[in-house]
């Protein structure tokens, strides 16, 4: 399919829910999304890439938090230039943040019940009013809250201050957040990190199951590698603002291109996609040291035989 625009025609991927073209983003000089074009299709999709890459760039600007320089975004078709992000939420955009943004003097449930606010047809008023719609209203709102902490395993703590959780519950309640707003796709920043084994296991459970159940579009930002070729059967991988590779688990992380970029010189990729550090003539001669100079911390490569150890650099 395309579509017309003041530019021109532009193929429209129909099978893709969030659709990116032409993405640019500055700030001031700093050019950092260079031209990229992604499209997120229903289930999981992965978004990789070295720190600084321009990951929570995209979701910023797909959210409405940072303006494009140039580019469209499209949700099911629709353009979403223009919109401001109360209109992004309504319209099936979902976020979490990379740190978590809760009230936390709020309840995990009170948290929980802002992202279903803007279904909410009865205001304030009506609740002074004890006005019964919207008494049914906010009774079946609890209910749906209460469902989804349970499946992110935070029915307990429903009541408790957010504030009062670990930094990996808090995540988990952002998690929650985000979906009880019924979005069609739902951006996590990094929704593992900081996240214990076991509610690493309770988030990616949890995502299964609403994944398994409904045509909901994650696209998952993620350092932990395993968790993302585990989870995503495709995945786009950003560096320096621009795609340098996309496809199979096995297809990026095999890509040399990807192991470069993401780590550097000297690593391989195991069958399954672990990523290992493999000898080389600098690795069986040189180390890399780190030495006070001046009162700062700087890194120097050192030859194990020099024990001079010679700068380098
Ligand atoms: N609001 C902003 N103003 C100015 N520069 C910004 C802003 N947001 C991001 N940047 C810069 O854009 C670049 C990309 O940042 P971004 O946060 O998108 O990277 P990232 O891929 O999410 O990295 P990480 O893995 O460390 O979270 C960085 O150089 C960052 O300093
Ligand atoms: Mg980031």
Redesign the pocket.
Known sequence: MSISTPVGTVAVDTASVLQIDDLHVA??G?Q?LQGIDLQFVPGFNGLI??????????F?VVSGY?RRNEGTIRLQGEDLSGLSRTQRVKAGIGRTF?SPRLILDATVMENTLLGRHHLFRWGHFAELLFWPPQIREETEARRICMSMLDRFGLAEVAHEEAGALSLGSQKLVEVARALVADPTVVLL??PAAGLGADDVTVLLRGLREIVAESDLCVVI?E?DLQLVTSLCPKISV?HF?EIISEGSPEHVTTDPVVIEAYLGHGFEAEEGGEIHEVESPLSEHHHIDHVEEEGDLTEVWTEDDDPEQEELS
């Open positions: 700030f001031g700093n950092v890439g070295p720190n600084g890459a321009g990951k929570t760039t995209v910023n940072v990379q920043d990094e930002i350092h950003l603002g």
